[in-house]
């Protein structure tokens, strides 16, 4: 497979934090490195900090599976993760760093007459908003991916599926260093080791934050916290619907190429490419309960390894190497929660769950946007946290059921 | 995981499906409740990172629902004080 470029040798700074900024972001996730460089690219905004408790990408941008898709079912969906489509695809060059981008095709595997018809009916709905999707059938699905088992034997045999061919997958360390490099280099401090533990208020306004590392004044402070979004929330009393739980990953042993697409299986929760290296990367479901503990149950992964070798028989003698979890931050719509809060200039960007990795360059643009004029970008507007009172959910748990 | 079933005793997480946060109850009169007031019960359960009180069923067991504290960090399970949960 493709050599990956050597990266750079300086990718930032360790700046100490200065005693105040324009804008504090918090958490060093793709998405707060993505709005602190588009904060300071198209909107000039650069007294800028964004504080990370831990290393720089070491929460879920380091722990996710990297599907990147546009085919989810709402036209507000449809809308945002196609305009993150078109980002990815300028994005190695616009932040001159080769993110190995792929768009080796994202294949959505159905196993019940119920999934059929969301598959057929998503497709459908895919083709109105102009974003390419295709209905395979079980010989098709074959054809485009020979090593899936097809058979009708099996517990859960394959009915058909959906195809996205400008879907894939991209390197998840490297867009973090790389929109973290740009933005270091546009005057942006990134600093690590910096956990926000309060917030520093003058009535209804929010004024600095406090840390570990002593009280940093801010004009505005936007949230981009993940899983730790509803602690973070808490500290000012903002109640969020958001709940935190356990999603896992593994990996295997390096293999020569033998997958060349993304297969995912709600169904079944298989998901599964094989990285640039030689990898394959599997996806499992989300553990059941809330927790903060970035670490799952092995029955989760002992489930999901079994669907996936019934799925893929050739598979059957990989060795595992490494399991992990992240904590995803899950929404009752399946939908992200991004926008203005009833504190005055804090914003949050959060409930992107277990699909947010493909979201990154299009939520920092927006959030980006929506910090700078005080304001919703029109692409996030329908997914503010009012939704909830009003009624006007963006329900996705077909197009995003557990994975990715 | 093991999970303190307050008839069985201790038992593999397997065993059991998770009911989620003990939820706030059904507003006496939904007739009186506002918009906001009703999001809340629909939409919002605690989400701690510590001690949270939840619902969890022994469906390969006894089939009964108890509750517990769990430490959302730690996993610890601080068990129900009462068996009726
Ligand atoms: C196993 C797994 C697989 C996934 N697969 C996919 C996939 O295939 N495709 C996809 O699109 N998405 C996927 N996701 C989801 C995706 O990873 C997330 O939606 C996305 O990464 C969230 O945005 P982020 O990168 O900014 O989050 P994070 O990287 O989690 O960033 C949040 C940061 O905030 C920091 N933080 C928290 N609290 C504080 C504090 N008090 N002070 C300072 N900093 C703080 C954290 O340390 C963390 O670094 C997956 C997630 C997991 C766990
Ligand atoms: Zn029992």
Redesign the interface.
Request: no cysteine; glycine share 4%.
């Given at each position: 497979m493709a050599e990956p470029h050597p990266h750079p040798q300086q990718l930032w700074r360790n700046p100490e934090p200065k005693h105040s900024y324009d804008v504090v972001i918090v958490g060093a996730g793709g998405h707060g490195l993505a709005t602190a460089y588009y904060l300071a690219k198209n909107h000039g905004i650069r007294n800028v900090a964004v504080l990370e408790r831990g290393w720089l990408a070491g929460g879920n941008m380091a722990r996710n599976t990297t599907v990147i898709r546009s085919n989810y079912l709402w036209d507000e969906s449809a809308a945002i993760y196609e305009f993150s489509l078109k980002l990815w695809e300028g994005l190695s060059v616009e932040l001159d760093y080769d993110l190995l981008f792929s768009q080796r095709g994202v294949l959505g595997l159905t196993h019940s007459e119920h999934q059929v018809r969301e598959g057929k009916r998503r497709v459908s709905a895919n083709q109105l908003d102009g974003i390419d999707a295709e209905w395979l059938t079980p010989e098709e699905v074959k054809a485009f991916c020979p090593i899936v088992n097809i058979s009708p034997e099996v517990r859960y045999p394959v009915l058909g599926g959906t195809l996205q061919r400008r879907g894939g997958i991209a390197k998840h360390d490297y867009v973090a260093w790389a929109f973290a490099r740009k933005a270091d280099e546009l005057g942006i401090d990134l600093i690590q080791n910096c956990e926000v533990t309060g917030f520093d208020l003058d009535g209804d306004r929010v004024i600095g934050v406090h840390t570990n590392r002593g009280l940093i004044a801010a004009g505005k402070v936007a949230l981009c916290a993940a899983g730790?979004s509803?602690?973070l929330a808490?500290m000012v009393g903002l109640?969020?619907?958001?709940?935190?739980y356990p999603l896992q990953a593994l990996v295997s042993e390096l293999l020569e190429p033998v997958l060349n697409c993304v297969v995912l299986s709600n169904d079944i929760h298989v998901y599964v490419s094989q990285a640039h290296k030689g990898e394959l990367v599997m996806g499992a479901g989300m553990d059941?309960?809330?927790?903060?503990?970035q670490r799952g149950?092995p029955?989760v992964i002992e489930y999901q390894v079994a669907a996936a070798l019934e799925l893929f028989p050739i598979f059957s003698r990989v060795h595992v190497v490494r399991t992990w979890a992240g904590i995803v931050d899950v929404t009752?719509d399946a939908s992200p929660i991004v926008g203005l809060t009833r504190i005055e200039n804090l914003f949050i960007n959060c409930g992107w769950g277990t699909g947010g990795f493909k979201a990154t360059p299009a939520a920092g643009w927006t959030y980006a946007h929506t910090i700078a004029q005080g304001q919703p970008h029109p692409l996030t507007a329908p997914f503010a946290l009012e939704r909830?009172?009003?009624?006007a959910l963006v329900d996705e748990h077909g197009a995003a059921a557990v994975a990715h | 995981?093991l999970i303190p079933c307050p008839w069985c005793g201790d038992r593999e997480?397997?065993e059991f499906?998770?009911g989620?946060?003990v939820p706030m109850g059904y507003p006496p009169d939904p007739q009186t409740v506002d918009?906001?007031a009703w999001?809340?019960y629909?939409?919002?359960?605690p989400?701690?990172?510590g001690a949270?009180e939840?619902r969890w069923v022994h469906t390969a067991g006894c089939r009964r629902w108890f509750t517990v504290t769990?430490d959302?960090?730690?996993?610890e399970i601080t068990p129900a004080t009462d068996g009726s949960g």
């Open positions: 730790h509803s602690a808490a109640d969020l619907p958001i709940q935190t059941a309960y809330n927790s903060y503990a149950s029955h009752p909830f009172t009003t009624g | 995981m997480e397997v499906r998770y989620g946060p918009d906001a999001a809340r629909l939409y919002y359960r989400n701690p990172k949270l939840e769990r959302t960090v730690t996993n």
